[in-house]
């Protein structure tokens, strides 16, 4: 457990992610009208993606565990996978303020009215960015059911690192117990913001920082601040 920079394949941090979509553990064999749903969404997700019908997938209440790795759906996609994250069933969240971003999209996408179970969820790979990030960041803000992410190979950077580190360090309310953050193109910056989500989350057991430019600088800031 803790902040980590050991080598792992791709979607390997999220180990929990499936290999396309899977059903919530736990839960009793659903009923004809669940499976049909699950059915539904398993053709979708297994489609090539560019970041239209995503909001339908990820919406399905049937769904906990959803791998949606190198599908190339880039900022748009990013957008509806967070428009998705705030609909966890808890409105108040326990983070911060809804952002001019966050609201602009819950009043853009009105499609996405059930309450999303996901727990598990596999983004890595898909040019999200900088940006992509910041509406994650506000999504990350409010959902109290995700436990473990991957955004591995998206080019987040720093800003992208922050944003999202300080979104979830903000939320008293935030499930998550694994990110991983490989391959981002983090810095020593980056890394000492990683670190103060890993002090400041009640929840968070494993940072996974691999293939990333914190350096030995970097890695003595994220051990120092995660203390």
């Given at each position: 457990?803790?902040?980590?920079s050991?080598?792992?394949?791709?979607?390997?941090?999220?180990?929990?992610?499936?290999?396309?979509?899977?059903?919530?553990?736990?839960?009793?064999?659903?009923?004809?009208?669940?499976?049909?749903?699950?059915?539904a969404?398993?053709a979708?997700?297994?489609?090539?993606?560019?970041?239209?019908?995503?909001?339908?997938?990820?919406?399905?209440?049937?769904?906990?565990?959803?791998?949606?790795?190198?599908?190339?759906?880039?900022?748009?996609?990013a957008?509806?996978?967070?428009d998705?994250?705030?609909?966890?069933?808890?409105?108040?969240?326990?983070?911060?303020?809804?952002?001019?971003?966050?609201?602009?999209?819950a009043?853009?996408?009105?499609?996405v009215?059930?309450?999303?179970?996901?727990t598990?969820?596999?983004?890595?790979?898909n040019?999200?960015?900088?940006?992509?990030?910041?509406?994650?960041?506000?999504?990350?803000?409010f959902n109290?059911?995700?436990?473990?992410?991957?955004?591995?190979?998206?080019?987040?950077?720093?800003?992208?690192?922050?944003?999202?580190?300080?979104?979830?360090?903000?939320?008293?309310?935030?499930?998550?117990?694994?990110?991983?953050?490989?391959?981002?193109?983090?810095?020593?910056?980056?890394?000492?913001?990683v670190?103060?989500?890993?002090?400041?989350?009640?929840?968070?057991?494993?940072?996974?920082?691999?293939?990333?430019?914190?350096?030995?600088?970097?890695?003595?800031?994220?051990?120092?601040?995660?203390?």
């Amino acid at each position: 457990d803790g902040v980590g920079s050991s080598s792992s394949g791709s979607g390997g941090g999220s180990g929990g992610v499936g290999g396309g979509v899977g059903g919530c553990e736990q839960q009793p064999e659903p009923e004809h009208g669940e499976q049909a749903g699950l059915t539904a969404a398993v053709a979708a997700a297994n489609a090539a993606f560019s970041g239209e019908g995503l909001g339908g997938v990820i919406g399905s209440p049937v769904l906990c565990r959803l791998n949606l790795e190198l599908n190339s759906f880039g900022i748009e996609g990013a957008r509806q996978i967070a428009d998705c994250l705030r609909n966890d069933g808890n409105d108040s969240g326990g983070g911060a303020a809804a952002t001019t971003h966050s609201a602009a999209a819950a009043t853009e996408d009105r499609s996405v009215s059930t309450t999303v179970r996901l727990t598990h969820l596999n983004l890595a790979l898909n040019g999200i960015g900088p940006s992509g990030a910041d509406w994650l960041a506000q999504a990350l803000s409010f959902n109290t059911t995700l436990q473990e992410l991957d955004v591995g190979g998206n080019g987040l950077g720093d800003d992208g690192a922050e944003a999202l580190s300080g979104s979830v360090g903000t939320n008293r309310k935030s499930a998550l117990v694994s990110i991983n953050w490989r391959e981002n193109q983090i810095s020593s910056r980056g890394a000492y913001a990683v670190g103060q989500l890993y002090k400041s989350s009640r929840s968070l057991r494993s940072l996974l920082l691999a293939s990333n430019k914190i350096g030995i600088t970097g890695a003595r800031k994220a051990f120092v601040s995660a203390r």
